[in-house]
């Protein structure tokens, strides 16, 4: 059997798959990533692990691997073997591929991780049949992935798609990025969460179910924690992802004014409460659309792929480089 290696490389974590020419997944290895303050080293040792580990299955079951693809959270060149930069690692013009090419046997490609899950999800997932397609990765922040006439755009120095450090509240709530009014800062984990704890911390009985969860302590509040509460049916906590709706809302319909896309794919850790968050993102968007009721609307549905999309999106884009189809 053909299979490719996807890696995906987030803040927290290196996963890594064995992946079919159907994007079934028949193998996995993972390993944490190491702190963002450690060398660039450490984290190419662990991507190693990680692929020698997966290359040992494959063998031992007869099967080929033609290519590796990595996934990076970060900025990553078009030459598709550069990481420019990477927020949560120490990845600064790092040449990652050839460095990694001298210790693995197999063609490797790097591609930002949000480019390798919108490729998966037109491939094999919830953007079959969609030749324009926006998606919107709801996490500890947003990050996102544009795909026009079936082809991932990555702009002139490969950076496009970086959707969340588009303002949207001019003056607004400061953001990592060292811009104020990002729309990260509104419709993301982590403004859903600093938001419920706000609530917390000022006392606000509206949050009492929710720091009940969190044992009393705001800040062990997670976002899983108020996904549980909204659907548990905690005014507080549905209302919070309404807000983080509408904030999404707003955002996509700037989008779709800019790109004109025939769908919008929503994923992410957020994107897992569902219609909580979509039904008001579907609202807003209709209600803040440029020309609504004189335009068709791009769809907006959620990822269909999970935490995989990523792997899988690179292992299949590193494959079509050594096939010439990707």
């Given at each position: 059997m053909s299979l490719a290696i996807g890696i995906d490389i987030g803040g927290t974590k290196v996963a890594g798959g064995l992946v079919r020419t159907d994007g079934s997944v028949v193998g996995r290895a993972r390993r944490d990533t190491p702190h963002r303050s450690?060398?660039?080293?450490?984290?190419?040792?662990?991507?190693?692990?990680?692929?020698?580990?997966?290359?040992?299955?494959?063998?031992?079951?007869?099967?080929?691997?033609?290519?590796?693809?990595?996934?990076?959270?970060?900025?990553?060149?078009?030459?598709?073997?550069?990481?420019?930069?990477?927020?949560?690692?120490?990845?600064?013009?790092?040449?990652?591929?050839?460095?990694l090419q001298r210790r693995v046997r197999v063609p490797i490609a790097v591609d930002n991780d949000a480019n390798a899950a919108v490729w998966a999800e037109w491939r094999f997932g919830a953007a079959r049949g969609e030749s324009n397609?926006?998606?919107?990765?709801?996490?500890?922040?947003?990050?996102?992935?544009?795909?026009?006439?079936?082809?991932?755009?990555?702009?002139?120095?490969?950076?496009?798609?970086?959707?969340?450090?588009?303002?949207?509240?001019?003056?607004?709530?400061?953001?990592?990025?060292?811009?104020?009014?990002?729309?990260?800062?509104?419709?993301?984990?982590?403004?859903?969460?600093?938001?419920?704890?706000?609530?917390?911390?000022?006392?606000?009985?509206?949050?009492?179910?929710l720091l009940a969860r969190a044992g009393g302590d705001p800040m062990a509040l997670t976002g899983p924690m108020i996904s549980d509460a909204a659907r548990d049916g905690d005014p507080t906590a549905t209302e919070l992802f309404t807000e983080i709706g509408?904030?999404?809302?707003?955002?996509?319909?700037?989008?779709?004014?800019?790109?004109?896309?025939?769908?919008?794919?929503?994923?992410?850790?957020?994107?897992?409460?569902?219609?909580?968050?979509?039904?008001?993102?579907?609202?807003?968007?209709?209600?803040?659309?440029?020309?609504?009721g004189y335009r068709p609307e791009a769809r907006i549905v959620a990822a269909s792929l999970g935490n995989d999309a990523g792997l899988i999106g690179a292992a299949d884009l590193a494959r079509g480089i050594r096939e010439g189809d990707a």
């Open positions: 450690t060398s660039p080293n450490v984290v190419e040792d662990t991507i190693v692990e990680v692929v020698t580990e997966l290359l040992a299955v494959a063998d031992a079951a007869g099967d080929d691997v033609v290519a590796v693809g990595i996934g990076a959270a970060g900025f990553v060149a078009r030459d598709r073997a550069t990481v420019v930069f990477a927020p949560h690692l120490s990845w600064r013009d790092e040449p990652l591929r050839d460095n397609v926006v998606m919107v990765n709801l996490g500890t922040g947003i990050g996102g992935a544009l795909m026009l006439d079936g082809k991932v755009v990555r702009g002139a120095f490969g950076i496009a798609g970086e959707f969340g450090h588009m303002q949207v509240v001019p003056g607004g709530q400061r953001c990592e990025c060292g811009n104020k009014g990002c729309w990260e800062q509104y419709a993301s984990g982590n403004a859903l969460v600093r938001e419920a704890r706000s609530l917390m911390v000022a006392g606000s009985p509206l949050a009492t179910d509408h904030w999404l809302g707003v955002g996509m319909a700037n989008l779709a004014a800019a790109l004109d896309p025939g769908l919008f794919v929503i994923g992410g850790g957020v994107s897992a409460a569902g219609d909580l968050l979509l039904d008001p993102a579907r609202t807003m968007f209709r209600r803040t659309l440029t020309g609504r």
